[in-house]
């Protein structure tokens, strides 16, 4: 088990901990890696995402014509864009 004694660094406006290697090898933890920080019972949980970017199916699944203004699918011309 991995395991490390941290200083907590400001980070611009944020807090910031740096992670030793070993920690996260263990934790299986990679750079530019998703992941998500809760707070359960006083603890911070980090807990990595396994598919970071949704696919196109997953995104048009969460489109929502009302919330967006629907102009992203609207098929009229407008200007000098005609084909």
Known sequence: MANAVLDIK??????????????AREAHLH????????VENGRVIITPLENGQPTLEQRLERFD????????????SVGAEQW
């Open 10 to 23: 400001r980070w611009g406006n944020n807090l910031g901990v740096r992670l030793p290697v070993s920690v």
């Open 31 to 38: 750079a530019n890696q998703r992941v998500r920080i809760e």
């Open 65 to 76: 014509a009302a919330r967006h203004g629907g102009e992203v699918m609207d098929a009229t």
